[in-house]
């Protein structure tokens, strides 16, 4: 008999991050599909919000204090790992943020069992647990399980729903875990984070701006036109709330010391050493290439290009619709109508 | 002054086409040993950060320690010793995404036991925060684990050390968003992302001076034991991307512009 054990860390103001909810559905199903007891495990300052949101769920195992209030490793796996303990688990599941997964791997060496990553969806299958995940950069798929215990999963974001039942009082046990000196050796000092007004990568959006080399090459007049190419983005960006991508080829040019967009990052970067993105939409504009940058949106529902290439390998085969035509001058239009 | 240890693996040439298949040995690809590699993307990330930490801090020293087939590192490694100067620890074993990261875990621990004059105290483990074949992003975390370091970072684009050999890292969070955190020194893992620096040009003169460490290491590395069957894989499969693209031309830039438009709103 598996136990199932939801771990997670709690924000500062006692809640779970949306990425969490979802891990959490993951491993309610999975414990619905395998007749298992599912158990919650929250560390952080205080999880009173947390545990109650969560209290239909099943037990909750709680590690708190102002040590593990921050995101750092050495107490994040410390935390992990006692829960882990208290609940007897033999599945742990958490979702693939950069806290959790960053210490969850930790956690399950000290445990002595095994971890997988980012996988995008559990199930159960002829009474087993089947995890299903993306190898080299989702370029294929595979669906795999394990004889070790535990076996600890990171759940990506977007691949369930958010749990969204009713709170109520939970029963929480108290988990100790000493903080000792050589645990606290990492503070954290700040959190850099642009402005609102200033975003322009928004994981819950529901587009994706693919913006590609293109932008800055020369136009139909043989001159490149990077600053207008920049405020027709931004503008798009802002006006319609949509995530901005960028492909390596572009994002790489301020490296080489051409004139790129000042606002573009390795943060924005997405395809086969980038990030792949989850959104429903996805438009991209002057991009071009082959299976490295189509990896970037294997994870976008329903894609449209914008390009003067209608063979474009980014967008046939890989794009519900390719417009053939002049970015800048659709992308002003696009603006122009939005207000 | 610090040693960096870089683990780093080959992976195929991101413009290859992948096709999985299954061998005797488990999952792999088609024609693997064909495929042209390269060293892992963001692993070389952490390898010319460390190059730059340390020719920075005099005294430091970089190995560069990787698990894959000897005759394909020793290809990788004509290129990938150009770019900067480290010695390399070789464990001979599978380079595919398929393996265990435990597994591969366990023998990097191996090869970096193995290191005469390391200095636990000064270590500082670098590697790619996830791998462009695995992508297991747990790796050096559980590396981190058999080593005893417990500061451990990830999705980290810069860092910055004191006069006094504290560390100061900017990793990646959500939202664009960077959490920078202080630590009070080495021992520590660092996980790169993109790094701050461009892949250095090819300096043949380095080269030369890595290769003559190169050759030995190749000829004197142990076979890594690796489990195959640490996973039992159900199924691998290329995911159906194939679409039907329609594809519009000669039409005017006020009907493109409504026709998005109403998709983004819809």
Redesign the interface.
Known sequence: METILFVSPVAADGTLAKASLEALTCAKTLAEGLGAPLAVGLYGADVAPAAAAVAACGPVFAVTGEAFAASRYATDVAAMEALAAAAAATIVIAADDSRASRALPGAAARLGGRIDAHVTAVAAKDGAPVATRGYYRQRMAAELTRTARPWCLTVSGGCYAAYDGAPGQAAVTAVAVAVTEAMTRTTVKAIVAPSADEQTIRPDAATLFVAGAGWTKKQADGVPHVTEAGQLILGFLGKAKASLGSSKSLVDMGGEGESVLPFLTHLHQVGQTGATPRHPKGLATCCHGEEPHVVGWRFITERRAVNLDASCGWAQGKADVLYVADAFEVMRKINELLG | MFHIVVCGGI??D??Q??E?VKGPAG?GLKNELMLPSILD??ASHALYEAAHLAKSAPGSKVWLVSLGPKAKLQQVMMTVAQKAPFELVVADGPAG??V???EV?EALFAAISGIAGLDASKLLLFGGWQS????????L??L???LGI??????V?KLTVGADGSL?V????????????????APAVLGW??GEL?EPPNNPQVGMANMRLVMPALQKAKPAAINAA??????????A???????????P??D???E??A??QS
């Not at chain 2, 417990?150 to 999705?155: K, Y």
């Not at chain 2, 900017?170 to 020194?185: F, K, L, T, V």
């Open positions: 992976v195929p991101p413009l086409t992948l999985p999952w993307p963001w995404g398929f265990d990261s435990f875990a462009a074949s695995r992508g297991s992003g747990s790796t975390q559980l981190g684990e058999k417990v500061d451990q970072f990830q999705g684009d100061e900017m990793e990646r969070i959500e939202g664009g968003a960077y959490q920078i955190s202080a630590c009070a020194g992302a993109t461009p640490a996973i039992d894989y159900q199924s691998v499969t290329l995911p991307q194939k679409r039907e693209t329609r594809v519009v031309k000669d039409t830039v006020d493109i512009a409504k998005i438009i998709w983004l």
